[in-house]
């Protein structure tokens, strides 16, 4: 009997060897499978667009279906704020993850002495290319200076290091602030290490998405990042008259209807970009992200960014530290990763997008993310996490002039500042402040923007140690920054477009 025994013994081992080595590899497959691969990355940015032309928004005049379908599709933000009511500190906050406040940068800066600080950050594009991205900035960039045209130089128009310094394997776009929409316009690429320049053979908002499509399906293979900055509709007024023609409202101005058209030009070319992603089954591995930069510029602002914008329900435009010029639309959009159709009403910031992006393509380690002042939103989106995602944010914007002020008096600080806070509902504001915002000539105001989101009853009176609270708060805040460094002579002159 002892062979038979030995025989069954050797049976019954050999059979659990193979339930295990099964199991190893069945394991082993299901790893395989259970690994995906790293998501496509895109930002879709407008430039002064109005928080109320959109339909997800609130948008009445203009069709935007494309806009209004990735909201639908996705998370849209009705507390999102931008860093800055103004073009270049905004962006500052979007490529770093971090208040440009951190970088002394209160305005608009084009020099290389104002930008020192910043030219020593990290962007998003150097991370996610050391994760093996492959990352193209299409439209605009506006953080090299300030010029719209060849200035002679080898860098296609930037003053000082330009995108591909900073993580962009790709560019082409326009090399200043504001730049003009017609078909054969002047344009820089960044190609085979060079800058060269060109003129556009399209509409620039169309020619722009044309380039995104084209990009996407380079790099179809994947992971890439792509950031596609529309300088539209930022001044000037320039829109197709096919566009124009397709505004059914009867009742708006000339100017309103030329915005539109450039509004819709927009739309269009969001829904080419998403239907690209579509067509080659890249929509669901896509993470997007749209936003605008600021508050629209509306009616009241400087001539060159006046472009009849609204941003209803809030009051201002960009500029302003109120919330027309400092809250934005803001849609995050991922097919089985974010919620289709919800709402998010939690205090949450475009300095958010960098450690949104980074988490997602494992290009940043938790110990990381101590110098950002962003926050990874997808806790909060999966549910994981509830409530405000920044429990406060602050504004320090340095005070442009509208046309139609009366000229300051002799006591008006020169530059002059508006702050402003906001914590949970309530926000703070105190105008027309010397940096230090020691200038008791201007009380604070303080509105309750759970009630009151146009901000037109000042509260201060009623509920004073809130505003002490929030006041002694801002100052703690300040205090962190570095002081702005002055600009060169001649360095923040402004280039106009040429004319069509």
């Known amino acids: 009997m002892r062979p038979l025994f030995s025989f069954a013994i050797l049976v019954a081992a050999f059979a659990v060897s193979q339930t295990l080595l099964s199991g190893v590899s069945l394991g082993a497959e299901q790893a395989r499978v259970s690994v995906s691969p790293p998501p496509n990355l895109l930002i879709l940015f407008t430039d002064d667009m109005g928080y109320g032309d959109i339909g997800a928004y609130g948008g009445r005049d203009i069709p935007t279906p494309h806009l209004d379908r990735l909201a639908a599709e996705g998370m849209r933000f009705t ?5 800055a009511p103004i073009c270049v500190p905004s962006r500052m906050g979007l490529m770093s993850g971090r208040f440009p406040a951190r970088f002394g940068v209160f305005d608009n800066v084009y020099s290389p002495q104002q930008n020192q600080i910043w030219l020593q950050q990290t962007t998003l594009a150097d991370v996610l290319k050391k994760q093996g991205y492959r990352a193209a900035n299409i439209g605009k960039w506006h953080l090299s200076g300030n010029s719209s045209a060849h200035s002679g130089n080898e860098l296609g128009g930037f003053l000082f290091k330009p995108p591909h310094e900073r993580g962009f394997d790709e560019f082409v776009g326009i090399t200043g602030g504001m730049h003009t929409f017609w ?41 890439w990042f792509l950031y596609l900055a529309f300088n539209a509709p930022h001044a000037p ?33 969001v829904g080419r970009v998403m239907d ?102 997808m806790p909060f989106v999966k549910g994981e996490k509830s409530g405000h995602v920044h429990e406060t944010l602050c504004w320090q914007q340095r005070v442009w002039t509208r046309p139609n002020e009366r000229k300051p008096g002799p006591a008006y600080p020169v530059p002059a500042y508006n702050l402003a806070i906001r914590s949970g509902q309530w926000k703070a504001i105190k ?19 759970s009630q009151d989101p146009a901000e037109l009853n000042d509260l201060a009176t009623e509920f004073p140690d809130k505003v002490k609270e929030l006041s002694e708060a801002f100052f703690v805040w300040q205090k962190q920054m570095p002081k702005p460094i002055a600009a060169p002579a001649a360095s923040n002159r402004k280039v106009a477009p040429p004319k069509p």
């Not at 393509?361 to 002042?373: G, K, Q, Y």
Request: hydrophobic share 35%; aromatic share 10%.
């Open 79 to 83: 507390s999102a704020y931008t860093v």
């Open 183 to 223: 078909k054969g316009t002047g344009l820089a690429r960044f190609k085979d290490g060079t800058y060269e320049r060109f003129n556009s053979p399209d509409y620039l908002t169309d020619f722009f998405g044309t380039e995104a499509c084209e990009f996407i399906q380079r790099q179809k293979d994947g992971p």
């Open 237 to 269: 007024l320039h829109g197709l008259d096919e566009d124009q023609a397709a505004i059914d409202a009867k009742d708006i101005s000339p100017d309103r209807r030329k915005y539109a058209a450039m509004v819709r030009a927009v739309d269009r070319n």
């Open 276 to 377: 690209k992603l579509r067509e080659l089954g890249l929509a669901e591995n896509t993470l997007t992200v749209f936003a605008n930069d600021n508050g629209g510029g509306g009616n009241n602002a400087s001539e060159h960014t006046r472009n009849t914008a609204i941003n209803r329900p809030h009051r201002g435009h960009k500029f302003d530290v109120l919330e027309g010029g400092v809250r934005v639309p803001f849609i995050l959009h991922w097919p089985g990763q974010v919620p289709a159709g919800k709402a998010f009403d939690g205090i949450v910031s475009t300095t958010d997008v960098f450690p949104t992006f980074a988490k997602a393509a494992s290009a940043l380690a938790e110990s990381e993310t101590t110098t950002l002042d962003g926050i990874d939103l």
């Open 431 to 449: 105008l027309d402040q010397p940096f230090e915002g020691t200038n008791h000539g201007r009380a604070w105001e303080l509105y309750d923007l």
